[in-house]
């Protein structure tokens, strides 16, 4: 059974000040990980996929990385808007190639 | 253009009325989902549309929930009989493509409370 773990589960941050979110997952293979973002009262927003280790994609103060074993979210010089729940999810290649299989999420707390 | 749209946003039932949730994807996209979250967890997968075909529902928690997409564009999932822990957000996403871990946009949402 697929199993992704995110962590921490919360964590609060200084504007300014650069941290990592952790997601290990377990699969027979991987096709794809994702991060998601989500704000209260709203559904999950795309931010990245990675497909194979090594991988790494860019998208403002937000770099996403991937191992076999985990991918990591480093968040560069957090703003206060950057505060929102960071979803991971995998696909896994031994089952469906749709499924999305998320972990609970980090929930990121940036003060000004 | 317009994202994936979610009908009513808030709904609340009384146990063992039926409710009827509405997805509208993002015109185009063949692929559709639904997914339950629940208060503090991530979504989990209830079923899976390509076109008006329904090619997964290996998630839906009992035979209670039913969902159809008729004419391949919007979809809805019906519970009948709610109980309270069907209460969660259900959330419908769309892709462009058949599979192949094309990306999956989301709607809002519709959250349900049973009393």
């Known amino acids: 059974e697929d199993q992704v773990t995110q962590s921490p589960e919360a964590l609060r941050l200084q504007e300014g000040e650069s941290s990592s979110l952790n997601c290990s997952y377990t699969?027979?293979?991987?096709?794809?990980l994702f991060w998601y973002r989500q704000d209260p009262g709203k559904g999950p927003e795309f931010l990245f996929t990675l497909y194979s280790a090594g991988e790494e994609k860019e998208k403002e103060r937000l770099k996403a990385t991937l191992t076999k074993k985990e991918s990591f979210l480093h968040i560069t010089a957090p703003k206060p808007e950057d505060s929102a729940t960071y979803l991971c999810a995998v696909v896994d290649s031994g089952g469906s190639n749709y499924k999305l299989t998320f972990g609970k999420g980090t929930l990121l707390t940036v003060n000004p | 253009g317009a994202g994936v749209s979610q009908s009513p946003r808030y709904k609340v039932a009384k146990r063992g009325q039926d409710v009827a949730l509405r997805c509208d994807p993002i015109?185009?996209?063949?692929?559709l989902f639904w997914y339950q979250q629940a208060l503090g967890q991530g979504p989990e997968f209830l079923t899976y549309f390509q076109n008006e075909a329904q090619l997964d529902k290996s998630g839906l928690p009992s035979d209670r929930f039913f969902a159809e997409r008729p004419e391949g564009s919007v979809s809805t999932l019906k519970i009948q009989r709610t109980q309270q822990e069907d209460s969660a957000v259900y959330l419908c996403?769309?892709?462009?493509?058949?599979?192949?871990?094309?990306?999956?946009?989301f709607g809002p949402g519709t959250r349900l409370t049973v009393l």
């Open positions: 996403a769309s892709s462009l493509g058949g599979g192949n871990t094309d990306t999956q946009y």
């Open positions: 015109s185009g996209h063949v692929s």
């Open positions: 699969v027979s293979g991987l096709r794809g």
